[in-house]
């Protein structure tokens, strides 16, 4: 594929190509249309021969060239592939393109300090597993770390004091890059501001711009409910001390944050899935 794709990228050999599929032609002829001299076209020709896309045989005194098609069906299969997993939907795609929107209309907004100061979103979650064990999920940081950022970054410092004025540090990469040599995509800091264990968590964090000032302090509550199948969880997140420079967090709030929720929802899930699993099998024997 990848000899392929080389020699389909040189313009004069994709020109050929073209020529090729209307009907075989000799070296000759296909030299005069391509507008070029034959020595040159016949090096074309044979990168194309070695790529598999063409063949040639020799009738007299010419050479005749013809187009395989297979290659090129199998090319455009392959190039559908990779368009159809990029359109897919709900996919990373999908979510660029709404925070590429959501960017824009927050940059327009953002004239002053203050601009956001009293933006307020809401999440509700319907989560497996009991208040306490949510609780442990929302407090204790190596369980913390396994959903407090969105699927295309991971947690590389985190600091979570669970008291009234304990520190908050969540600082997150991108998910590949494994030893730390790019950029850090995030940092915040904040402090607890109220604990009522299994009820009722309060904090305010605060995302850092590239020169070390806030953004703005977030101000999240959230509020835990038993139910019948496990516990609701309802979140407040409301933005005070906004900076000009903030517009690229506010874009990211209701995305990132609501996909970092559906992390912790599908977490919880999948370990209740696999602790009924292990009671089942424990059962058996």
Do not use: C, N
């Not at 795609?93 to 959501?102: A, K």
């Not at 009991?130 to 947690?155: G, I, K, N, Y």
């Not at 509550?221 to 139910?227: A, N």
Request: charged share 30%; proline share 5%.
């Amino acid at each position: 594929m990848d000899e392929l794709l080389a020699a389909l990228a040189d313009p004069a050999r994709w020109r050929l190509v073209g020529l090729l599929a209307e009907r075989p032609r000799p070296v000759g002829v296909l030299a005069q249309l391509a507008g070029a001299r034959q020595p040159q076209t016949t090096k074309h020709l044979q990168t194309l021969e070695r790529a598999g896309v063409v063949i040639s045989q020799r009738t007299g005194q010419r050479r005749i060239y013809a187009l395989r098609s297979a290659p090129l069906r199998d090319l455009a299969a392959s190039l559908g592939r990779l368009a159809d997993t990029a359109d897919q939907a709900g996919g990373p795609r999908e979510t660029f393109d709404r925070y590429g929107l959501s960017l824009h209309a927050e940059r327009l907004a953002a004239a002053e300090p203050g601009w956001a100061d009293g933006r307020s979103f809401r999440f509700l979650r319907s989560l497996t597993g009991r208040p306490e064990l949510v609780w442990r999920h929302l407090t204790e940081t190596s369980l913390l770390a396994r959903w407090w950022t969105p699927d295309d970054l991971r947690v590389s410092e985190l600091v979570f004091e669970a008291r009234p004025g304990g520190r908050i540090v969540h600082e997150y990469r991108d998910r590949e890059d494994a030893d730390g040599s790019d950029l850090v995509a995030g940092r915040a800091e904040g402090v607890v501001d109220d604990v009522r264990p299994g009820e009722r968590l309060a904090y305010r964090l605060s995302p850092l711009l590239p020169d070390g000032g806030l953004a703005f302090t977030a101000h999240i509550d959230l509020g835990l409910r038993p139910t019948g199948t496990g516990t609701d969880l309802d979140v407040h997140f409301r933005i005070t001390d906004s900076a000009v420079d903030s517009a690229d967090f506010v874009a990211g709030i209701e995305i990132g944050f609501g996909q970092s929720l559906d992390k912790l929802a599908a977490t919880l899930a999948a370990d209740a899935h696999d602790s009924d699993h292990d009671t089942d099998t424990r059962s058996t024997k």
